[in-house]
């Protein structure tokens, strides 16, 4: 079964820096987005960045631009997230998701997206 396994959150103080790690399992593709999403009760998923894999391009949210950093093994079937100068409004629960065989007319940066998922990771952000 293909899925994925998120760790790397925790509790830091504004300014922090915390790394995020997500693994994709049971199968490799060539081509195929992996993306960051966060969420906090009450409110939407939201995107917060991807990158292709077997290509080049990365895309961030407005929101995290500049310290934010999706980058990926050599394997090519492991994605982290270098998150630096850490604000209290990035607190939330932070989630993986793949699409090898999601619904590719959606932007890569909407949930609708995303087929596989991982369980989530808790970033918390003291000021």
């Known amino acids: 079964q293909v899925q994925l396994v998120e760790s790397g959150g925790g509790s830091v103080q504004a300014g922090g820096s915390l790394r995020l790690s997500c693994g994709l399992s049971g199968y490799r593709f060539s081509h195929y987005y992996m993306a960051w999403f966060r969420q906090v009760p009450g409110k939407e998923r939201e995107g917060v960045g991807c990158i292709y894999i077997g290509g080049t391009t990365t895309l961030y949210a407005d929101s995290v631009k500049g310290r934010f950093i999706i980058s990926q093994d050599n394997a090519k079937n492991t994605v982290f997230l270098q998150m630096n100068s850490l604000k209290p409004e990035d607190t939330a629960m932070y989630y993986c998701?793949?699409?090898?065989?999601?619904?590719?007319?959606?932007?890569?940066?909407?949930?609708?997206?995303?087929?596989?998922w991982g369980q989530g990771t808790q970033v918390t952000v003291s000021s």
């Open positions: 998701a793949a699409d090898p065989a999601g619904k590719g007319w959606y932007s890569p940066l909407r949930a609708e997206r995303y087929n596989v």
